[in-house]
């Protein structure tokens, strides 16, 4: 284990470093250029990259760590939205009491639902979490719409008590704040052709983000992580060994979901409105996808899949008929039709064809996810290098392949 | 052994993967580091006071509809309609409803001489999803108006984000009480009628042809926009001696309905009304027929089935089971035909609409046309894009030739006034798209309520806002 804090270290300040500069990496077209359409620096995707971030790492300390698959995350996403959204009704819009509710909420129920269906294991525990998620989507959906407002969601209104805030009918609805900071305001920064908007929200997502990578860091680690990286490998010796496996689970199923509570506080932060389509098994199945797509079990892999799957839904979705016709404009009309025909499908509201495809060239070829990619590719790089490198270089290069060989 | 092997290799992953990130983005920052000169000039940006002041020679409007989930149909056809609107507004086509507008304020030349450039996006008929692709409207693509939407929990919940942003929101088909109710906002405003006109001109048709001794079953959709309806209509029949037997929700993404179908068979009940839209309403009447709703009887009279909400393309997805169902519209494609020149526009606007798509518009896609046309000449008469502009000059305006006869833009509730349209499923439809015919014309007077009707209390407009 030598080396593995330096190592986190830079990996941590990289994270650092590419969340705190966004903004600007993820807006490499010039505004109003063709290429444009491909630019995700905007405000609410950068807010919804680092807080799905936040979803995965957290479902990544439970899956990545115990194996135990999750298919009911999106309840805790879902709770800990209404709580958050029901305190900025009740108490004020300032945002800290609201995400420390929604963490708190989504714990207690990752307690209780853990409680239970973590007497299981293997698939019969991720049915068990499916239920219970289903059960709470269609609690929200209908049975609770006093408190959840059903279909249209629970919004703010004008009329909402606001103790804190003063209270008193408003004439317009208020926005959400970090003592005075507005999460909406956003600072427009031009530079030539290229703009790029640096926002309060999204900073405070990342900063929150961050935290939470190190501290997922520092359980990856620790001897708890250890321990959960026991269950995964083989639960059945451990318990042999006369080890009570449970608690650590428990632990580990509760603190995922308190991550969940965490993001959904953070989303109703951004825009104050919780609907029951989050806690929807489609969205529990989402954060499984960004797990294994970005590699479970590594850090940064979560991170990287909710990125490439949230891109996925805003970009390549609004990509229309209208939008194919310009690219290829410059072909002769039938050849253009025949190109628009061919891509179309793959694209606008075909988006989630070409996220499966993905996805299954990923599972198939990289199980490691994207960050397998990434090394492999590291890998290839570096090798030619150490080629053309002194005898003395090489041997380490050899070294280097033969430790990041994969283990089984 | 195996286990320390298994920790080492995730640091190695890390460990690579630390790399590839830092070389990729020192790359971009390289990349970035040259065009990241600022001058003071480009810091004092032609700020004009609102979100999104069009710069340069174009505006952008968002539309934003459902393409897919159970309104998919008639979010295709909203679609068409603002492609239409756009072209018009451009000066291309034949000008549509332009030329029969009672304003003349547009000239073809874009608006305020701006060409008018639009995105769309995918509401997947859920709120949550809607607000994001609205959002990205806003915020990437630099949209100055939002439009669209077939379902009211969406629209609630749309208006309610482009309140908040500072731009204004033309909700395309709407039909709850709460849109123009207790969620209606200053900067939202909705063409289409809503489900208190609906029982308001149903009702007297529904006692001339079934009577006002009647037991009704109401199944409906489970949102914002089946409550207030449900609650519209059973409060209007009850007006009429009718007698509510039972109300049941279903969930708007249901697909099967006959486990709710099958109890209001012995339910004592002799009308079922389906408050339901698009696909819900497609599947829960064929379930009603499949169950033989249609040829019982009950309480010594012939079993009814009323489908409050109706549109072409409900009656074209539903085929012969719709034969003789009654039910309300916002607006037909047939009726400057039958009705008159009261309803002057409606031919110029299915003739263009069916000249570039080969068939008749839909309700849906009339509404939404209107509405385009409606903020293009606002924003027009107003001289100014900025969204409390827009507000004063759509509130309280009066105008006509847009298919529906006189209509007025109330400003206590920025709700339009007009007439209703009560219909019928036609027994032997000539072709698919003359499934529908119409009964009557509810003059816009007998659907008028008060702006503080309790149906829509609760809520208030607020300011408007223009944002940043």
Same mark, same amino acid.
């Given at each position: 284990m030598h080396g593995t804090k330096a190592k986190d270290t830079t990996l941590l300040i990289v994270v650092a470093f590419m969340t705190m500069f966004a903004p600007f990496l993820l807006n490499p077209f010039p505004a109003g250029s063709e290429l444009a359409q491909f630019n995700a620096g905007y405000p609410d995707l950068m807010q919804r990259f680092v807080i799905f971030g936040i979803f995965a790492i957290g479902f990544n300390i439970l899956f990545g760590l115990t194996g135990y698959l999750s298919f009911g995350h999106a309840a805790f996403l879902g709770v800990g939205s209404y709580s958050a959204v029901w305190m900025f009704k009740l108490l004020s819009m300032n945002v800290i009491p609201a995400i420390v509710l929604s963490v708190v909420v989504a714990g207690l129920f990752a307690l209780v639902i853990g409680f239970v269906s973590l007497r299981r294991s293997g698939i019969y525990f991720s049915i068990l979490t499916l239920a219970f998620a289903q059960m709470s989507f269609n609690l929200a959906y209908s049975v609770l719409t006093p408190i959840t407002n059903g279909e249209t969601g629970l919004q703010l209104s004008l009329d909402d008590p606001r103790i804190l805030d003063g209270g008193g009918p408003a004439t317009s609805l208020p926005v959400t704040n970090l003592f005075g900071w507005e999460m909406r305001e956003s600072t427009t920064i031009h530079a030539g052709a290229w703009s790029f908007d640096l926002s309060v929200g999204y900073y405070l997502s990342a900063i929150i983000m961050l935290a939470c990578f190190y501290l997922s860091i520092r359980i990856f680690r620790s001897p708890f992580g250890m321990m959960l990286r026991a269950v995964k490998s083989n639960q059945q010796r451990m318990n042999y060994t006369g080890l009570n496996s449970r608690p650590y689970t428990l632990a580990a199923f509760v603190i995922s979901g308190m991550y969940a509570g965490l993001a959904g506080g953070l989303l109703a932060s951004m825009d104050p409105l919780a609907g +029951?389509?989050?806690?929807?098994w489609t969205a529990s199945g989402e954060v499984v996808l960004m797990t294994i797509l970005g590699? +479970?079990?590594?850090?940064i892999g979560p991170v990287l899949g909710a990125g490439f799957i949230k891109y996925f839904e805003n970009i390549f979705s609004k990509i229309n008929e209208g939008v194919l016709h310009g690219w290829f404009a410059v072909m002769p009309d039938g050849i253009e039709d025949l190109l628009v025909a061919i891509v179309y499908p793959f694209v606008g509201k075909g988006w989630h064809l070409t996220l499966g495809l993905l996805f299954m060239l990923v599972v198939i070829f990289l199980p490691g996810g994207l960050v397998e990619g990434g090394q492999r590719m590291g890998r290839f790089a570096f090798r030619r290098r150490d080629r053309k490198a002194g005898p003395v270089e090489s041997s380490a290069a050899e070294k280097r392949a033969a430790s990041s060989k994969p283990a089984e | 052994m195996r286990r320390v092997r298994n920790g080492r290799n995730y640091m190695t992953k890390s460990n690579f993967t630390r790399r590839g990130l830092l070389k990729t983005s020192a790359g971009a920052g390289a990349g970035l580091a040259l065009p990241t000169v600022f001058t003071g000039a480009v810091w004092a940006e032609k700020h004009t006071g609102f979100t999104n002041a069009p710069q340069g020679d174009t505006v952008t409007l968002g539309f934003n509809v459902p393409q897919s989930g159970p309104y998919a149909d008639e979010g295709a056809d909203e679609l068409r309609a603002f492609r239409l609107a756009v072209e018009h507004l451009n000066g291309e086509g034949d000008g549509g409803m332009l030329n029969t507008f009672s304003s003349k304020a547009l000239e073809g030349n874009g608006i305020l001489g701006k060409k008018v450039d639009f995105v769309t996006g995918d509401t997947q008929t859920k709120s949550d999803a809607a607000r994001a692709s609205a959002k990205s409207m806003i915020e990437k693509d630099g949209a100055i108006m939002i439009s669209g939407g077939s379902s009211s929990g969406v629209a609630v919940a749309v208006q309610g984000l482009c309140q908040e942003a500072g731009v204004i929101f033309m909700a395309g088909l709407t039909h709850s009480n709460d849109t123009t109710g207790k969620d209606k906002k200053a900067n939202g405003f909705r063409h289409f009628f809503n489900a208190y006109m609906s029982a308001a001109a149903l009702a007297p048709v529904l006692e001339k042809l079934y009577g006002a001794d009647r037991n009704a079953y109401h199944l409906t959709a489970d949102y914002t926009w089946g409550w207030t309806q449900e609650e519209s209509i059973a409060a209007a029949t009850e007006a009429l001696g009718w007698n509510t037997v039972e109300k049941v929700r279903t969930p708007l993404a249901a697909t099967d309905f006959s486990s709710y179908i099958a109890p209001v068979l012995n339910s004592g009940a002799d009308v079922l009304v389906l408050n339901h839209y698009g696909g819900n309403m497609v599947n829960s009447l064929t379930n009603a027929v499949q169950f033989g709703l249609r040829s019982k009887q009950a309480n010594g009279k012939q079993f009814e089935i009323v489908v409050p909400l109706y549109s072409e393309l409900m009656a074209r997805g539903a085929g012969q089971n719709i034969a003789g169902i009654p039910g309300s519209q916002n *607006?037909? *494609?047939?009726l400057e035909n039958q009705m008159g020149d009261r309803y002057t526009g409606t031919n110029a606007f299915v003739q263009s609409f069916g000249t570039k798509y080969g068939f008749p518009p839909s309700q849906a896609a009339h509404t939404c046309y209107a509405q385009t046309l409606l903020y293009a000449d606002a924003v027009t008469r107003a001289g100014s894009f900025n969204p409390c502009a827009v507000v004063e000059a759509l509130e309280g305006f009066e105008f006509d030739g847009l298919g529906n006869g006189p209509t007025l833009y109330r400003a206590d509730d920025h709700q339009c006034f007009k007439d209703v349209v009560v219909v019928r499923g036609k027994e032997n439809p000539e072709n698919e798209f003359d499934l529908v015919e119409i009964v009557e014309v509810t003059p816009a007077e007998q659907v008028t309520y008060p702006a503080d009707h309790e149906m829509f209390a609760g809520g208030s407009l607020g300011e408007c806002n223009p944002g940043a």
């Open positions: +029951a389509e989050r806690m929807q590699g +479970a079990g590594t850090l | *607006w037909d *494609w047939k």
